[in-house]
């Protein structure tokens, strides 16, 4: 035969498949070993610039619908920021002791909208007046839908219902928790093309090419590519800004581009320390506080799948379900928190900040203990803190589109416990994913043409009710997996190797296995009053 016979036959070892892992391998430091300080330091910081984005989107989308200015504005952004450091050290420490951002949460965006169009507040003709009165409105409703979160996660609710959770059934909630925020991608990135692309490019370089072309002792291109691209680009949308690029361009496009039109560093105050009920006493509506219930309920799906991935890029074990539990009713704490400080906003875990976790290949509990102190050291001395909330909005989209991408990933991940090669893993998967995404694509199109969603009833509250839980990919897929997964052929025993549940038996209680106790266990010997199970 021409070109001189055939290749060699593969080795045996070449054809075995990948080995399966309960812990994530190549992380550099895990959950409870942390890096030396100053690195530790530089990278709690850069937790605490990727976890702006979410709280400063969500306020400058609600508080001017509310009648709020700039300095109402800057005032919430500090707020969230206040509370969001306070329940990530909670959470950290008595929650799932997991590296896990609490931030804002979008899922609870629009039981607010429709809190702030309620007819109550609509003949308020002094705008200060109606952000005060809808700011009340919206605490009393979040203190009510706190409720939920606290009673499933402390009274062991939730812990029986992870339990029935397989790793095939893990897959579509927490893939869909990264990949269903598409929305918040590359969008984003579009509203100011010249400043997000070269973000993605950059982050891209940074993260992926330049620790291969460059050998140094340490990681430090990939570890701290935020750092280093967000400084660039910022500095040349700067430059962009004060050359006059902008002189003419539309006012949609000097709001993103520009970045001098936040508002927010004219808006802070130098020093504020934000207090509970800073708005007034909060009132109370029985009809929103439901909406806001169920808009909890779907915030508590989603984070639950999101604790699970910031588990994994940790390299820790998977999460017991009592520990998850633990940490939900943290969670509830967190949201109730918010209410009471004026956020206008729930708690959730934040995707951006586990997806950062899996770019820095850093894991470790103290780097987010050390970032939730920046977010209530900036958000005390307002005015440094609104220096680096008014970084350009594009900037965190490009972000979004790697972080989101891991976390997504992650989620596939888990398929390696599962039989590919069986139909029943093929059509739950496969089903699961088409519904979480074509569901929620149905309810957000009727709502954009329609102005309403496709539930239109004469009570607003109860519409929120339906629409808002269909209209969350993660939830709607993670329902799906899951009533699928504990209803076909759920007792076969080939079926329970298929869909992985034996990998996680070991983790289902928490002293089955060793690695739970060095993970999860609580400090300063808390677990002997507070005992997991």
């Known amino acids: 035969m021409a070109g001189g016979g055939a290749a060699p036959p593969p080795k045996q070892e070449e054809l075995q498949p990948h080995p399966v892992k309960d812990q994530l391998p190549s992380v550099s430091y895990c959950i409870t070993s942390p890096p030396p300080w100053p690195e530790a330091i530089i990278l709690g910081f850069q937790h605490y610039i990727v976890m702006l984005g979410t709280s400063v989107i969500i306020p400058s989308a609600l508080v001017p619908q509310m009648g709020g200015g700039n300095e109402e504005k800057a005032r919430v952004i500090q707020t969230l920021l206040f509370v969001a450091g306070i329940n990530t050290l909670c959470q950290s420490f ?70 029935l959770l ?38 891209l370089i940074f993260s992926q090419y330049l620790p291969h072309a460059i050998r140094v002792a340490k990681p430090v291109f990939d570890r701290f590519s935020v750092i280093f691209t967000i400084a660039i680009v910022w500095l040349y949308a700067y430059i962009l800004t004060v050359s006059g690029a902008y002189k003419n361009a539309r006012t949609k496009t000097q709001v993103h581009c520009r970045v001098d039109r936040s508002g927010l560093i004219g808006g802070a105050s130098w020093i504020s320390v934000p207090y509970p009920f800073q708005w007034g006493a909060p009132t109370f509506d029985a009809g929103e506080s439901f909406a806001m219930m169920m808009a909890s309920f779907v915030a508590l799906v989603e984070s639950t799948g999101t604790f699970i991935a910031v588990s994994r890029y940790a390299s820790a074990t998977m999460i017991p379900p009592s520990v998850l539990g633990r940490g939900i009713g943290w969670q509830g704490i967190g949201t109730l928190l918010g209410a009471f400080f004026g956020t206008a906003n729930g708690t959730a875990v934040s995707v ?50 790697i972080f989101f991408a891991y976390i997504g990933a992650c989620g596939l991940s888990f398929l390696q416990f599962c039989n590919l090669n069986s139909f029943r893993t093929k059509f739950i998967v496969g089903f699961s994913f088409f519904m979480g995404l074509s569901v929620p694509q149905y309810f957000n199109e009727y709502t954009s043409v329609a102005g309403y969603g496709p539930v239109h009833t004469g009570a607003r509250w109860f519409n929120d009710m339906i629409n808002v839980p269909f209209s969350s990919k993660p939830f709607v897929a993670g329902l799906v997996a899951f009533f699928l997964d504990n209803t076909i052929h759920r007792r076969d025993n080939t079926v329970r190797r298929d869909r992985g549940y034996h990998w996680w038996d070991k983790f289902r209680s928490f002293k089955t296995d060793s690695r739970s106790e060095e993970f999860y266990s609580l400090p300063f010997n808390l677990n002997k009053f507070f005992p997991s199970v």
Not at 185 to 203: N, R, S, T
């Open 94 to 163: 008595f929650g799932t002791r997991l590296p896990a951002v609490m931030g804002g949460s979008y899922t609870v965006v629009a039981p607010t909208i429709s809190i702030i169009l309620a007819g109550r507040y609509s003949n308020e003709t002094d705008p200060h007046e109606k952000f005060l009165r809808t700011m009340r409105g919206t605490q009393g409703a979040l203190i009510i839908a706190s409720t939920i979160q606290i009673i499933l996660g402390f009274s062991g609710l939730w812990r029986n219902v992870v339990r």
């Open 166 to 203: 397989s790793p095939l059934s893990a897959v579509p909630l927490i893939s869909l928790a990264g990949f269903g925020l598409y929305e918040l991608g590359f969008p984003g990135v579009a509203k100011c093309v010249e400043i997000g692309l070269p973000e993605i490019i950059l982050m």
């Open 352 to 401: 951006e900040n586990a997806g950062l976790l899996a770019l820095t290949h850093v894991g470790s509990r103290r780097v987010v203990q050390i970032s939730a102190g920046f977010m209530i050291f900036f958000s005390i001395l307002g005015k440094f803190g609104a220096l680096f909330a008014s970084i350009p909005l594009p900037l965190f989209a490009a972000l979004y589109c």
